[in-house]
């Protein structure tokens, strides 16, 4: 059964950006959590990029292809197991003069005075304007993102490797109002994530995931309902344990007054009258007795004349 995870990114894969500069953003964000360089001499730089979604991998290889002229991209499948989740869809370029300037477009790669080296972080240049930073970030999340399941809990993380890629990752999905994202450590790696239900929301929305959107909103609804009718429930119940002790200590005081001398008898007619309708009805609630006294009364004037029926029982 496919997870969660796996079918909101299956959704935002079969969606191609419309703008060239979005679709360059969506391309360097997965190849930057997803791709591995491979130098060849000379200069060339090949590029092999990971994805255990075949739909993801697909849709890398047409995204690749929009922006590149070489012919050679290739999407090969290794198996490391016996179950169909543990394939692995590998995309490939070969080292070539094209593959290199399309790293160079990508922000992933810069020839400095002769010399290649790969850029730290999310260039400002890849994610300038809002619709680039959602394509950024969808690229991120289809190379190493994961959102886990609504109904078993909220959390939403881009697996960012380095601190410094974490800081710009971070940054970027805070550029949205209301996402407040965190950075943890998981072993050597660094954590961009969310923990709020509202927040991971949005995030679908800014991902493009709108179907997923709605279905994630349909279950949080769902868990909000419970817990507001189990806050309820559990309200009733501490109520319904209160009035039965509440009515316990009751019945035990006026047992005492009765053993005492004069009983019942020798008490105010409004504490008598008290007295005998909680004897005769040891279950009723506070109001429920104040509608059955003589004129009826609220239930804070019943409480009162239990108050004064106790400091007697004491007496």
Known sequence: MMSFSSEVKNEIAHGMPEKECCRIAEAAGFVRTAGALKPAGRGEVGLSAVSGNPAVARHVKSLLAELSV????????????????????????????????????????E???????????IPQSAAYGKCCRKSYLRGMFLGSGSVADPERSYHFEILAGGAALAADTRRLMNSFSGIHAGVSQRRDKSVVYLKSAEQIKDMLGILGAHAHLLAFEDVRMIHEMKGAANRISNCDNANVDRSI????????????????????????????????????NPEASLTELGALMNPPVGKAAAAARFARLEKAGKL
């Not at 179950?83 to 590998?90: E, G, N």
């Not at 020839?111 to 972080?121: E, Q």
């Not at 509440?246 to 009258?273: D, F, H, V, Y």
């Open 245 to 280: 002790r509440a009515s316990n200590t009751q019945m035990k005081m006026i047992a005492r007054i009765e053993r005492s001398a004069g009983g019942l008898a020798a008490l105010p007619q409004k504490l008598r009258e008290a007295a005998c309708l909680r004897r005769d």
């Open 111 to 121: 020839r400095k005075d002769g010399l290649l080296s790969i850029t730290v972080g």
């Open 70 to 109: 070489e012919p050679g991209i290739s999407v090969s499948v290794a198996n490391t197991g016996g179950r169909i989740s543990s394939k692995r869809y590998i995309i490939e370029m070969p080292a070539a003069e094209t593959t290199f300037r399309l790293l160079s477009a990508l922000g992933i790669i």
